[in-house]
């Protein structure tokens, strides 16, 4: 069982820059993709990024965010740099065996989530 814990969201203003941490127990070993999702109120849940051995990004967040992870400390980052009022949502971090996957039903695997908040 896979357990992931997110850190780091908050309140930013609008061009900010916030780190989110996704830190997984000890079997989500460097064979798992990892991912990150976004809920905002009244929407579905969208990707916004994965990594394997190569990354992939949702084409709103292309070239402002960026994911990265670290395996001796299974350790999932997404360095989110100038942000917009539509950044404003829960963020998920996910985890599922073998390769990456833009659909949430695709992961097994979930945190509890952070609040990300932008304002304008």
């Known amino acids: 069982q896979v357990q992931l814990v997110e850190s780091g969201g908050g309140l930013v203003q609008a061009g900010g820059s916030l780190r989110l941490s996704c830190a997984a127990s000890?079997?989500?070993?460097?064979?798992?993709?990892r991912g990150w999702f976004r809920q905002a109120p009244g929407k579905e849940r969208e990707f916004v990024a994965a990594?394997?051995?190569?990354?992939y990004y949702a084409n709103s967040v292309k070239g402002r965010f960026t994911i990265s992870r670290d395996n001796a400390k299974n350790t999932v980052y997404l360095q989110m740099n100038s942000l917009k009022p539509e950044d404003t949502a829960v963020y998920y971090c996910?985890?599922?065996?073998?390769?990456?996957?833009?659909?949430?039903?695709?992961?097994?695997?979930w945190g509890q989530g952070t609040q990300v908040t932008v304002s304008a």
């Open positions: 990594i394997t051995g190569n990354t």
């Open positions: 000890e079997r989500a070993y460097s064979n798992y993709a």
């Open positions: 996910a985890a599922r065996y073998g390769g990456a996957h833009y659909s949430p039903q695709e992961y097994p695997y």
